[in-house]
């Protein structure tokens, strides 16, 4: 089992991936001078205050950002098979060929209606 | 030479020797893609100056010598570090903290499968030029950039403001949603080359056609660079599709209520994508490592073991920084879209459009048994 | 040595993803709990590697820590105020429920496991291509052909569903 040993340049590469942010955000809080300010601490919101819309904060429902989502992972699940697919193509030949065909096509059929629906529709 | 002093430095060769030489790359690959973001940066202001007819950064100098703007990002991070820091009232610490180091990790992260050389051997000791040769190969890089979602969204989020929860509700979907295309634009290639480890595909783009046209994958399926390029501005938030960030709809997007190295860490994960982004585009289009006409093996029959890494390193740097170009090209050329623009292009366009070319890809292998 | 690493990092993200589990269920506040099961399936993908699965970790960072624990935090983050109801009942119906659930899953594998122990205990090596994306690749399009292609209409209807969700919501919005 050579191979799984392979992965393990990308753990030490993880391990320092990890060490950076922690020494950035060290080094910031260390050198920056802290002289916190209940005015300079209000959120950022163009010259309201906050206690205007404190509750409508999040009352719009972002519902086209959680249909966006979802559809992402039905679309993500479809590209998952198309790399095992892709990279014996060649061995599969036509009959391969026709299978991923039938699939996508399939799923092209989804696309369409959710389109037609107006899924995409932005207003 | 005694038996055992034999003994021993095969011993070192073999085993610990490989083992040295791969904590080195595992540091040093990061190290050095960090390093180029302060040029980046430089090439991105000098390059605004120089589409916008002015002369970009130049005040910046040490003793009366400002090498043309190139110390303006230095003073950049020295200004970032010592910059108050801040945690808004409404925030939500413990998140608050965590989003940039979660964008940050999976950004450094990403370089780690790409070849910057052939692997040579020097006296029975091969060195690869590419931290991990793994069987998912690309694979690698799409699984964790697919990380980097959450750090956005917990920037949003954690900040407490309505921009940056737009902000970063807006950038992680379109992230996520310009992922898909980003991968299945490059089917075709795997499809092509039968493989998705990235230095077997650059050792595949060596081999010439007709004797004359290098097998690159830009000439194999032109259109997929199209998709992919255009998936990946996307996917770093970059101009046409910085709608994350568009100022005058939603101030700065997710890190709004970020400031010095917190806000630095979403710039340098910006960058890092470019480099990624660019690179992936280098070795799966444009022949990685290759040097045109010079397949590796001549070039380590003409040049030796040491130099010709090196020229292959040139090689990649140059074809990746034209990419890295394109970015800052594009910045300052195209106009922003709108919101629902770019998810009908994503979904309605592009999307139809890969699988189309996946197919035709197909047909054209299956009736030319390339 | 290999194989040292190899069992190294195996016990080291298993007591990672054991722990993160255990936070997933006890941390009384959402996003807390989502962070921690997504360390949770990472860990569980870095497992699959130690293993030799290459495509089944790749897909497990792919499919659920990168895509569906972002429509987890994107529903828990974009509700967050809308749902106040607490869950801090010492008994409550939700929790008899998953208590059951647990009891059930638990007892099921630790029948499996005993079932196992009958076995000589050493399994046949795998071949050095298990779990590679063709391995994967011919045992999907050879061999279960015809669940994948049922898959495809298991996503059709998930496509329609999510369809008509959101055309609903959305006639819900106008008037």
Avoid at chain 2, 186 to 200: G, H, K, Q, R, T
Avoid at chain 3, 54 to 71: C, D, N, P
Wanted: net charge neutral; proline share 5%; glycine share 6%.
């Amino acid at each position: 089992m050579q191979s799984t040993i392979s992965y393990i340049p990308l753990l030490m590469t993880m391990v320092f991936a990890c060490a950076v942010p922690f020494i950035l955000i060290a080094a910031d809080y260390l050198l920056g001078p802290k002289r916190p300010d209940a005015r300079k601490q209000t959120t950022y919101e163009c010259g309201f205050t906050f206690e205007e819309y404190e509750d409508t904060y999040s009352d719009r429902l972002y519902v086209r950002f959680i249909t966006v989502a979802m559809l992402f992972i039905l679309f993500d699940v479809e590209a998952i098979f198309l790399f095992p697919w892709a990279v014996s193509f060649k061995e599969f030949g036509l009959e391969g060929f026709i299978e991923m065909l039938f699939f996508a096509a399939v799923l092209l059929l989804g696309l369409y209606y959710a389109a037609k629906k107006g899924v995409f529709e932005w207003d | 030479m005694s038996l055992e002093h034999y003994i021993s430095t095969y011993v070192f060769k073999t085993l610990y020797l490989p083992i040295m030489i791969k904590v080195i790359l595992a540091v040093a690959f990061p190290l050095v893609v960090l390093s180029a973001i302060p040029i980046l940066v430089w090439m991105e202001r000098r390059g605004a100056g120089l589409i916008q007819d002015r002369m970009g950064p130049n005040r910046s100098n040490i003793a009366g010598y400002n090498l043309l703007g190139l110390l303006h990002p230095l003073n950049d991070a020295i200004k970032m570090v010592m910059k108050e820091t801040l945690t808004p009232a409404r925030a939500k610490v413990l998140f608050y903290y965590l989003a940039p180091a979660l964008v940050v990790i999976p950004a450094i992260m990403a370089f780690a499968v790409i070849p910057v050389a052939a692997p040579v051997e020097i006296e029975g000791v091969k060195i690869p030029f590419q931290v991990a040769t793994i069987d998912p190969g690309l694979l690698y890089i799409f699984a964790i950039s697919s990380l980097g979602v959450y750090g956005i969204m917990m920037a949003g989020w954690a900040s407490g403001n309505k921009f940056s929860m737009l902000g970063g509700v807006r950038a992680a979907s379109q992230m996520l949603s310009y992922e898909v295309v980003l991968g299945i634009s490059l089917v075709s290639l795997f499809m092509i080359y039968s493989d998705c480890e990235p230095a077997a595909i650059v050792e595949a783009q060596g081999a010439l056609m007709f004797g004359f046209i290098p097998k690159w994958g830009i000439i194999l399926s032109p259109v997929a660079f199209f998709l992919f390029i255009t998936a990946a501005f996307a996917e770093c938030n970059r101009t046409p599709f910085d709608l994350p960030e568009a100022d005058s709809e939603i101030v700065a997007g997710h890190h709004l209520e970020y400031g010095g190295m917190k806000f630095a860490m979403f710039m340098m994960s910006e960058y890092l994508s470019i480099i990624t982004m660019s690179a992936i585009v280098t070795t799966m289009f444009f022949g990685g490592y290759q040097i045109p006409f010079l397949p590796t093996e001549k070039l380590h029959y003409l040049a030796g073991p040491f130099i010709s890494p090196f020229l292959q390193i040139g090689a990649f740097s140059v074809k990746t920084l034209f990419f890295i170009w394109l970015y800052i090209w594009a910045r300052w050329t195209l106009p922003r879209f709108r919101y629902d623009q770019v998810m009908k292009l994503c979904y309605l366009r592009l999307f139809p459009i890969a699988l189309a070319n996946i197919f035709i890809t197909g047909l054209v292998i299956l009736f030319f048994k390339l | 040595m290999p194989m040292l690493i190899s069992s190294a990092v195996f016990y080291i993200f298993a007591i990672l993803s054991v722990i993160s589990a255990i936070l997933t269920v006890s941390v009384s506040n959402p996003v807390k709990s989502a962070v921690s099961m997504i360390f949770c399936l990472f860990c569980l993908a870095i497992i699959y590697f130690t293993l030799g699965a290459h495509f089944a970790g790749i897909i497990q960072i792919l499919v659920y820590a990168g895509a569906i624990m972002v429509l987890f935090l994107f529903v828990i983050m974009l509700l967050e105020k809308r749902n106040n109801e607490s869950f801090d009942d010492i008994i409550s119906a939700p929790k008899i429920i998953s208590l059951v659930l647990a009891v059930i899953l638990l007892t099921a594998l630790s029948a499996a496991l005993a079932a196992s122990t009958g076995h000589s205990g050493v399994f046949p090596a795998a071949a050095e291509s298990f779990g590679t994306l063709k391995a994967v690749g011919s045992s999907i399009f050879k061999k279960y052909i015809f669940v994948f292609e049922a898959l495809s209409a298991l996503i059709l209807v998930a496509i329609a569903g999510v369809t008509l969700l959101s055309a609903k919501n959305s006639e819900g919005d106008n008037k």
